[in-house]
């Protein structure tokens, strides 16, 4: 008979998962952006907030609240981002670049 796996194992095995899966969400967020539906965005964020804190990536769902937080109510809020959103977002972009990288090397 096999053996289970130890729980950090699939824990492990769970966030390699959905940091696999990022990249994927990150471009969603861009979208959004480059089309300005600020609510979508925004909801984006929150999913993104409680999936990173449900994998233990604190780091990240710390910009994705800040995110979230800046981001305007809806669609109709504003036609440009201020400068705090703008900054949040390169900030959340910026984030995932630097981990992809150092993962590279």
Not at 28 to 33: D, E, M, N, P, V
Not at 35 to 46: D, G, P, S, V
Not at 51 to 77: F, R
Request: charged share 30%; net charge negative; with cysteine.
């Amino acid at each position: 008979m096999k053996e289970l796996p130890a729980p950090s194992e699939i824990n492990k095995h769970v966030r390699e998962n959905y940091l696999i899966q990022l990249p994927i969400r990150l471009t969603l967020l861009r979208q959004l952006l480059a089309e300005r539906r600020w609510a979508k965005l925004k909801q984006e964020c929150e999913k993104l907030c409680r999936g990173a804190k449900n994998h233990g990536i604190e780091e990240l769902a710390d910009l994705a609240e800040e995110v979230y937080q800046a981001l305007p109510i809806d669609d109709h809020a504003a036609q440009v981002l201020d400068e705090d959103s703008r900054i949040m977002l390169q900030r959340l972009f910026q984030w995932h670049d630097v981990k992809t990288q150092a993962q590279e090397k």
